[in-house]
């Protein structure tokens, strides 16, 4: 995924202003070791004097100036370096500094991107995603299998939640695997507190990991922003959200049916589903509501986007907040 110019120029200004400290870093070192060694400075300024004598003599045609110069200078910078231990200064004191040696704080190490820089990236896109507030056990890692046991049934397909969540847990992972490759949308249905939030956030921190960019919202939120750029023209903070709402590689819809339903935001919902649908940018959508919930609060025509291009995905189980709870309490 290419960084938008507004992103890689904040990374960039970020590098910029780690240069101009770390410069102003050594600056202040070499000021201290020269006002504690005021011979060191001679040496310094020696250095200076033989580089320009020296290459006058080059320019002249003196083939022999070079190697002379620098057996000279390699017993000033000996001379240097013994000042500055005796002194109780580490002998590499007045190297340049970097917060990165591998790519000297540019980024990057030739063409490629340095290893700090995707670390940038992927720092940047948490801040923007909304999504930095949330615990960092919501993770695959600490993913549970056992809160969907085998013994409860789906009265519907009478499948249990153990098999189901598997089922997921497969889709969710292909998901992850074939994002920028293959364009899929997800929607996670069910009862409160069974997971669907978790899983939501496993997948968009797996996401930005890739470098793609992921923006989460409560539905509130997200109507919200959307009603603030609609009916306040003149908030840039709202109207910035909302078009990286639309055009984000992720766009994560979580607790849809939560905010009060009106026919702004049924029009507002088709409008945001469609349009990312029209230019391919993945959504993930969980909710509490049943399918048929869906179609009577979000019109059929919502409805019809949703079931016709969306893994619909539906998690069972009890409410693993409670679960955890007890378990604790037993614990302790």
């Known amino acids: 995924m290419?960084?938008?110019n507004s992103q890689y120029n904040a990374i960039m200004r970020k590098y910029e202003q780690v240069r101009l400290?770390?410069?102003d870093?050594?600056?202040?070192?070499?000021?201290?070791v020269y006002k504690k060694l005021p011979e060191f400075k001679s040496l310094d300024e020696s250095i200076s004097v033989l580089s320009v004598q020296y290459g006058k003599k080059l320019l002249n045609?003196?083939?022999?100036?070079?190697?002379s110069l620098k057996e000279e200078l390699e017993i000033l910078r000996s001379s240097k370096e013994h000042l500055l231990i005796s002194a109780g200064f580490p002998s590499d004191y007045l190297e340049p500094v970097y917060d990165c040696p591998d790519c000297k704080d540019t980024g990057y190490i030739g063409n490629q991107k340095c290893h700090c820089f995707k670390q940038a990236i992927i720092k940047l896109l948490y801040e923007q995603s909304n999504i930095k507030?949330?615990?960092?056990?919501?993770?695959?890692d600490h993913f549970r299998l056992d809160f969907y046991p085998a013994t409860l049934y789906d009265k519907t397909t009478g499948r249990n939640a153990r098999a189901m969540m598997e089922d997921t847990l497969r889709i969710c992972h292909r998901f992850i695997d074939m994002f920028g490759k293959e364009f899929q949308n997800l929607f996670f249905y069910?009862?409160?507190?069974?997971?669907?939030?978790?899983?939501?956030t496993c997948i968009a921190r797996e996401i930005m990991e890739r470098e793609?960019?992921?923006?989460?919202?409560?539905?509130?939120?997200?109507?919200?922003?959307?009603?603030q750029t609609k009916f306040d023209?003149?908030?840039t903070d709202a109207k910035n959200m909302s078009d990286y709402v639309y055009n984000c590689d992720l766009l994560i819809i979580d607790d849809l049916g939560s905010e009060y339903t009106n026919a702004f935001i049924t029009a507002q919902f088709f409008m945001c589903i469609n349009e990312r649908l029209i230019h391919r940018k993945s959504t993930i959508i969980s909710t509490n509501l049943s399918l048929e919930s869906i179609a009577d609060l979000y019109t059929e025509r919502s409805f019809s986007r949703i079931t016709s291009n969306y893994a619909l995905l539906k998690i069972i189980g009890d409410d693993i907040r409670i679960r955890k709870k007890l378990e604790h309490r037993e614990e302790h």
């Open 2 to 4: 290419a960084l938008k």
């Open 21 to 23: 400290k770390n410069h």
């Open 25 to 32: 870093l050594q600056n202040a070192r070499y000021e201290e």
């Open 61 to 67: 045609g003196d083939d022999t100036a070079l190697s």
């Open 133 to 140: 507030e949330f615990p960092t056990e919501a993770s695959f």
């Open 190 to 200: 069910g009862s409160v507190g069974v997971g669907k939030t978790f899983l939501s």
């Open 212 to 227: 793609f960019s992921v923006v989460y919202f409560s539905a509130p939120q997200l109507f919200n922003t959307l009603a």
């Open 233 to 235: 023209k003149n908030n």
